[in-house]
Every structure is written in C-alpha cells, then in structure tokens.
C-alpha cells in the first residue's frame, strides 16, 4: 500500500545535481541511488517494480527505525503507512553486503535496500516532495527529501 513513496525517498544520484536534501536539522542519507532518477527529480510510474539503496552512517546506535513517508500536494502533508517488512528499515539495513538489520553501529556505513511495486492505489503527482525519515520512537534519526512525479 502506497509503498511508492517509500521508494521515491529513496532516489538520488551522488553528482553535482542531486534531487535529493538533507531535513533540517536531522541525519541525512550520505547518498542515495536509483534506476528512476535523474538530474533534479524521479518518475516513477503506477504498477513498477522500483529498486533503491540509500548509505546512512548512523551517530548512534539504534535498535528500530520505524518508517514514515509523507507525500507534500500543494503544501498538506499526506502520511502514507507502510506494510511489514517496510515499516522498520532495520529489516533491509545491509553493513558490507550482509543483512545487519538493528541495532545500527555508529559510525559505520548501513545501506537500506529497498524493493517495493508502486501500487495503483498511489496518487498520481508532478514535482512532489516527499519525505522520508526513520523514527525511533517517533523521533526522526535520519530524513530525507526528494522531488518525485508518480505518473
């Protein structure tokens, strides 16, 4: 359900054009990569298979991460809930290829994998921001905001 925005935070490119942005004043991804981004956004469509990988180096330690996903439209914040295994990062949390899950360890590099089918009960938008943070209990440990058209 609505597992797209999940995806589309986690879409950007390393270079100089980066779609991707910190929160203010949370931990950011280090980077952040996907087949379906490029320059200043991402297109995703209804019905695809999406894949992503976001680095995080965590400052401490931490033993779950819910997920929170929240799709901006026209300035109103739309939290969209995500299914198990999606609702806790831990369980795509990867420490040199290895599925680490939590507790993270800090100062060491955590990929988030992350595999999900953008369902066609997703709302269609151009130019969106959506949000992506990791929640220990309910306060964001690492955000990120990225500008995505779900077609």
Same mark, same amino acid.
């Given at each position: ?42 297109? @995703? !469509? ?7 990988? &976001?680095? *995080?180096? #965590? ?58 089918? @953008? !369902? ?7 130019? &969106?921001? *959506?949000? #992506? ?19």
């Amino acid at each position: 359900m609505f597992k797209l925005v999940a995806l589309t935070v986690l879409l950007a490119i390393s270079g100089t054009q980066a779609f991707w942005s910190a929160c203010p004043g949370v931990l950011a991804p280090t980077s952040i990569t996907s087949d379906v981004c490029s320059g200043s956004s991402c297109s @995703v !469509t209804l019905g695809q298979d999406f894949t992503a990988e &976001a680095t *995080v180096v #965590f400052t401490q330690a931490h033993a779950r991460l819910d997920t929170r996903i929240t799709v901006f439209v026209l300035g109103v914040g739309i939290n969209i809930p995500q299914d198990a295994p999606h609702d806790n990062i831990c369980n795509s949390l990867y420490r040199d290829g290895v599925l680490a899950g939590c507790p993270t360890v800090p100062g060491a590099a955590h990929v988030w994998r992350i595999n999900l089918t @953008v !369902t066609t009960n997703t709302p269609t938008v151009n130019n &969106a921001r *959506v949000r #992506f943070e990791g929640l220990e209990n309910g306060v964001p440990q690492v955000c990120a905001d990225v500008t995505a058209t779900i077609a």
